[in-house]
């Protein structure tokens, strides 16, 4: 059959989403949600039903160094429940060398782990930052992948991130962990309604300054005359400034929202630049980000407020998210979210 398939795997609050194009028998995997917890059991087990005996990968997109986007592929490669050709990933391992030593920083951590891991297992690995002068491009079968994030401004960014990190060895473990610690001060609205009231009278829109998630991939997918825009944790700035070059909205069959759904990852700006009415919302809901974010289910619903709004998740959290919105969600069959498009239409 000539048919995408993509299939977004519930992975609590990580993400995991696997490309099918049955033409031609190619399948690429971005990220694979959390080293941990029910999100990660829910990935192994829905990747071993979905591949079966078929467990090649041509392509793995780590889209950037968190857990919940890469804390699973260290047990799925060495599980054997998959076996990944190529790996997209930009890692702070490729950055400098002599800045990386043991820090109790997860993501910066995990980065280097997993990266010892893949050159161990002689998986090939490669980089990718978006440049003016490039195409910016990846094609596998009939899908084209052009990305938009990161930029140069971006990775450098992450390499002082990475720098600052060699220096917090030096503190205490208690000092490390308080540092580290993070919440959400962002205000909790009791319905869709009140939101989007709220943003009507005022919208400030405080952007998410955090590296790593500054370094994620962003690209749009290109399949025929489909085009789905994949966000990652991307930061808006670089996604407002690569749309805003464009002679009119840009249309999209589905947005996976930046951050699940976090509302500064997500702005009113970015909305205005694009049309879309299928968006998803990669969250389980349990955590204490604030994700998802009512916020950005409000701007995006003052531009399209007959959207359907996908979470890869039916978790009593979401549900209760999604309670005064309900006739416009759509929710995961079997842990599984998925998606068609044909090539010839």
């Known amino acids: 059959m000539s048919q995408l398939i993509i299939q977004f795997i519930n992975a609590g609050v990580g993400d995991c989403i696997l490309l099918t194009d ?31 005996d078929n467990k090649d990968i041509d392509l793995a997109i780590l ?23 190529k790996i997209l990933f930009n890692t702070v391992a490729q950055l400098e060398s002599d800045i990386f030593i043991d820090s109790g920083k997860a993501s910066y951590r995990q980065d280097l782990n997993l990266y010892k891991t893949i050159t161990e297992t002689n998986i090939d690995i490669e980089s990718l ?35 600052k990190e060699k220096k917090l060895v030096e503190r205490k473990e208690e000092e490390r962990l308080k540092n580290n610690k993070k919440s959400s001060n962002n205000i909790v609205y009791n319905n869709l309604n009140d939101a989007i009231q709220a943003i009507l009278l005022e919208d400030i829109f405080e952007p998410d300054t955090r590296a790593p998630n500054g370094s994620s991939f962003a690209f749009i997918l290109e399949y025929a005359k489909h085009r ?17 070059d464009k002679e009119a909205p840009q249309y999209f069959d589905l947005v996976k929202l930046s951050h699940h759904s976090s509302e500064h990852n997500n702005s009113q700006e970015f909305f205005n630049l694009i049309e879309c009415e299928n968006f998803v919302v990669c969250s389980d809901g349990v955590n204490n980000h604030g994700h998802p974010s009512m916020k950005t289910i409000a701007r995006l619903s003052k531009n399209f407020p007959h959207s359907l709004i996908h979470f890869t998740s039916d978790s009593e959290s979401i549900k209760n998210f999604a309670q005064s919105f309900q006739e416009r969600c759509r929710f995961p069959k079997d842990n599984i979210l998925e998606f068609t498009y044909d090539l010839s239409k």
């Open 228 to 244: 789905l825009l994949f966000l990652g944790d991307c930061h808006m700035d670089i996604i407002e400034e690569y749309f805003l």
């Open 63 to 85: 889209t950037h160094n968190d857990d919940d986007h890469i804390g699973g592929f260290e047990g799925l490669l060495k599980s054997n429940i998959i076996r990944i050709k």
């Open 129 to 163: 930052v978006v440049r003016e002068d490039s195409f910016n491009t990846i094609e596998i079968g009939d899908i084209t992948l052009r990305f938009i994030s990161p930029n140069q401004s971006k990775m450098k960014k992450l390499k002082d991130w990475a720098q």
């Open 22 to 52: 049955q033409a031609n028998n190619k399948k690429i995997l971005i990220d694979s949600g959390p080293s941990k917890g029910p999100g990660r059991a829910i990935v192994t087990h829905t990747l071993m039903h979905i591949l079966g």
